[in-house]
């Protein structure tokens, strides 16, 4: 018998199918309790939008879903760690915990670079919990890139 998909799992499967089309592979799920309120992966060149980041999406699916403008109570699985658009969006929707797996030391804004939730100015802080299943993500955005350059 096999193991329930872990909400990362599913962020996970969700990135390869980006890889797959693609796309960064990136993936994100956001969950209220044990539910899954949404599950989404980078589309920027699907959609040919810069904004549509995994998380993004999945904020927005979310929303809508809930059919609120806030997301307190809900947490977001992510593949990497989020950009600054991401971490504003997060700080704006009021998520209650961000659990990512790499962290990204060029565009990285919540542990890396700007560090959006220590900011005075940054009215919402999530609790962050970063490095679940980094190598996995780390291999996945490496072989990626990887075929690009070759």
Known sequence: MSRPLTPMDRAFALAEEAAADGEAPIGAVIMEGERVLAAERNRMQALRDPTAHAEMLAIRAALAARGTGRLDGC??????????????AIAHTRLRRVYFAAEDIKAGA???GIRLFDQPTCHHRPEVIGGLSAGRSEALLSGFFRTLRT
């Open 110 to 112: 919540v542990e890396n």
């Open 75 to 88: 947490d977001l699985y992510v593949t990497l760690e989020p950009c600054a658009m991401c971490a504003g």
